[in-house]
């Protein structure tokens, strides 16, 4: 079985210094840098483009997970891709045609990735799970950092795992919203293994130790260390 990743999500970091968090996070052995954008319409809050991308690309050599929380994705994936995205994640429910995003983001080079708000179906994936390199399992309400994780989204993540295991897929599922050292086993255990926290990591004064505890927790909930 895999090793947990750990994905801290830049949302908590310190904007003014972002060059310097994303250097911070990167040698305390994170395993991806989350970027969240928002676009104020799909989620209520706005963040980052495509510009501010290409400076954090510049900062670190780990792989951009760039979580786009915007309304038709489509018109966008190409600036993503060139500001230095590795991989591509588009809401469900942002996407009329689901199955074209994810070709064009396989076009692009790039891996592509789905994002499933809480109150969302796994199986609203059922078609398009083989093309998928991971799945993004919402456990708050996105457009905001520092929310309360949601448990009912366990089940999802339960089931994913399962709907994956059974096709043979060597499918990652990344879990965001509330995930912290203190509740990241909850989730390895239903079978995720790639984790986003940003108040989890960026509000501690140790970015190397919390990456470290939450690797090590999720790995012994999942049964890849004893
Ligand atoms: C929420 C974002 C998350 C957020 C997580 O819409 O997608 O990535 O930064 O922050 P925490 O870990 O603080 O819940
Ligand atoms: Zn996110």
């Given at each position: 079985m895999r090793q947990a990743l750990i994905a801290p999500s830049i949302l908590s970091a310190d904007f003014g210094r972002l060059a310097d968090e994303v250097r911070a996070i990167s040698d305390a052995g994170a395993d991806y840098v989350h970027v969240d954008v928002m676009d104020?319409?799909?989620?209520p809050n706005l963040t980052i483009g495509p510009p501010v991308i290409e400076s954090v690309r510049k900062a670190t050599a780990l792989p951009l997970d760039v979580h786009l929380m915007i309304e038709n994705p489509d018109r966008f994936l190409e600036d993503y891709a060139r500001a230095g995205a590795d991989v591509i994640c588009v809401h469900a429910e942002a996407c009329t045609h689901l199955h074209r995003t994810i070709q064009a983001i396989q076009a692009l080079g790039k891996k592509p990735a789905v994002a499933l708000n809480p109150h969302t179906p796994h199986d609203a994936l059922r078609y398009v799970l083989d093309d998928l390199a991971m799945v993004l399992v919402m456990s708050v309400n996105p457009g905001y950092g520092g929310q309360a994780f949601i448990s009912a989204v366990l089940p999802k993540i339960r089931a994913l795992r399962a709907e994956a295991s059974a096709r043979g897929l060597p499918l990652d599922i990344e879990v965001d919203g509330g995930i912290k050292v203190e509740n990241v086993h909850l989730v390895a255990e239903a079978g995720a293994n790639v984790f986003v926290s940003g108040s989890g990591i960026f509000g501690q004064a140790d970015y190397q130790q919390a990456i470290r505890d939450m690797r090590k927790r999720a790995d012994i909930a999942a049964g890849t260390l004893i």
């Open positions: 104020g319409h799909f989620v």
